[in-house]
């Protein structure tokens, strides 16, 4: 979105939203909205400036202490961040994308629940498995930082061990 278009909107908060009516979005939500701002490099205070919804609000958003964002805040978050409309639609809970359609690995541990020895993952554990695919996808994995990289891979594995 280009900021002039957001010079004359008043930043969006939880009061707003409710006068505005909302959906109900998935846990994943916060999830995805979290992991596409931190793709972007952004701070919470850097989002607010570019899509003029308040830090706080996108905080509570990702926390998931808030699911009822109403569409104009879903589609200002996607469009700064960049969220393919399959990845937003599945986390707003409208329609599942079809068979057919290839997605990211991310993408696909964003959108779906999941069962570890027959239990569900929580919210925790889910952030925790994302992280630990980021960070597999993003090493170097060279001679020269292998020993580091497992180092870091280990840590994140603790994490999501504590987790589940």
């Not at 990702?62 to 469009?79: D, K, M, N, Q, Y």
């Not at 001679?143 to 994140?156: A, G, I, K």
């Amino acid at each position: 979105m280009n900021e002039d278009m957001l010079k004359n909107v008043d930043l969006l908060d939880e009061v707003d939203e409710e006068k505005e009516g909302s959906l109900t979005v998935s846990d994943n939500f916060g999830i995805m909205l979290k992991h596409y701002r931190k793709i972007k490099n952004l701070s919470l205070k850097e989002l607010e400036n570019l899509c003029g919804v308040s830090a706080s609000y996108i905080n509570r958003l990702e926390r998931g202490e808030r699911r009822s964002p109403t569409i104009s805040v879903i589609l200002r978050l996607a469009g700064v961040l960049d969220i393919s409309s399959s990845v937003l639609l599945a986390a707003i809970n409208i329609k599942e994308p079809q068979a057919s359609e290839k997605i990211s690995l991310y993408e696909l541990l964003i959108k779906h629940e999941y069962l570890l020895n027959g239990e569900e993952l929580s919210r925790n554990a889910k952030e925790s498995l994302l992280k630990i695919v980021e960070h597999i996808s993003q090493c170097s994995w060279s001679p020269n930082t292998r020993v580091r990289d497992l180092l870091v891979l280990s840590e994140l594995i603790d994490e999501f061990k504590q987790a589940v």
